[in-house]
């Protein structure tokens, strides 16, 4: 049996060179010059932290460009309310990792209604797609690119 595993991931090593490049941009910009604005980076988030709220909207296409450039897809971020307390603005920046029950119901019912040959069942957050033929399997990678499911989905362990 043919299959392969839909997943949601992030490549954590471009994550983290695409934060450091950001970080050097934003040091070296004129804009930014005397100010303490960086971008944090933990296991869960990203925090765009500045002086100003002005700042931190001239930061987010800075770390976007960067990660686009790396190919990380931007819409594995969920951007948070920018929140100023004192002297400082932070945005919070969640990385959407994983596949959650709904989506993952959604994959599987897609798959169940293409009318294929194909078994789908979710295990933990990733979905596994069984078939015989190659080309169904084919078949359901390009209908589930064609779908929209708000996060950024790859297609891992393809097995013949």
Known sequence: MASFDVV????????????????????????????????????ESMTLVAASDFQVQQMQPI?????????????????GDIQTTGQKARQVLSLKKGINKEVAGKIVK????????????????????????????QNAIALLKAGDYKLPLQFTNFRD
């Open 8 to 43: 949601s991931e992030i490549d954590e090593h471009e994550l983290r060179n695409a934060v450091d490049q950001a970080n050097r941009e934003i040091g070296n910009r004129f804009d930014f010059k005397g100010s303490d604005a960086e971008i944090e980076l933990t296991e």
């Open 63 to 79: 770390i976007l460009q960067k990660l686009t450039k790396r190919g990380i897809d931007i819409s594995c971020l969920e951007h």
């Open 110 to 137: 897609e798959i169940k209604n293409s009318k294929t040959k194909l078994q789908a069942a979710i295990q933990g957050d990733q979905v596994r797609v069984t078939g015989k033929k190659r080309d169904d399997l």
